[in-house]
Structure formats: C-alpha cells, structure tokens
C-alpha cells in the first residue's frame, strides 16, 4: 500500500505561481511513474504532468512551458511548480503513483491517488 498526501494548495493572482507537493509513505520503494492530474469543475480529470521511473517527464498541452514536475527520491516527494497561472487553471490537483511488483512471470500493478488539493486562480 502506498499512501499520499498533496499540500501547496490556495488562492493565487493570475500570472502568480504556486508549487505542490505530494508526499508518498508506505511501500514507496514500488513506486514507478508519479503524476499531477486535476480537475476542473464540471470537467473530466486530466493529466497535468508525469513523472517516469525512467526519468523522463511527460506535460498536458496546456501547461507546457509555465508548470515543472520533478522528483525527490530520498523525500519520497514529487513536486509541480506552477507559474503564470491563468484562471482557466482552476481545478482540483490530484497526485497518483504507479507501483509495479512481482516477478517477469508474475508481474502485479497498482494505482494510487491522493485525496486532493484545490487551486484556485482568481483576482
């Protein structure tokens, strides 16, 4: 079982910045790919941006350019930071992990999702 707990969330100005953290505990040693998605309101959840095992970072269309992802593996800690946020990026930021374990013969998997912090950008 991994557990996950996001903070940095709140109220910012447009064109602000706001970094989130996500803080993994538990069988973290499993842990893959971690990843921000959000959820606007009314809308579906979407992939804000990934965090590979290997290393490579993945970003929605939308926030490439403003929001960073990176990763501290002795903190068990993912991280996005946000800059020149914009209204439209108003949503609730969920934070998921990956776990792959087993063996070749016997691979097992399974997603976990943070409870959520809310962002809002508003003047």
């Known amino acids: 079982q991994v557990q996950l707990m996001e903070s940095g969330g709140g109220l910012v100005q447009p064109g602000g910045s706001l970094r989130l953290s996500c803080l993994a505990s538990g069988r973290t040693r499993n842990i893959d790919t971690m990843s921000w998605y959000r959820q606007p309101p009314g809308k579906e959840r979407e992939l804000v941006a990934a965090f590979t095992g290997s290393g490579t970072t993945n970003y929605g269309d939308s926030v490439k350019g403003r929001f960073t992802i990176f990763r501290d593996y002795a903190k068990n800690t993912v991280y996005l930071q946000m800059n020149q946020l914009k209204p439209e990026d108003r949503a609730v930021y969920y934070c998921?992990?990956?776990?792959?374990?087993?063996?070749?013969?016997?691979?097992?998997?399974?997603?976990?999702w943070g409870q959520g912090t809310q962002v809002t950008v508003s003047s």
């Open positions: 998921y992990a990956h776990t792959s374990y087993g063996s070749v013969e016997r691979p097992y998997e399974d997603d976990y």
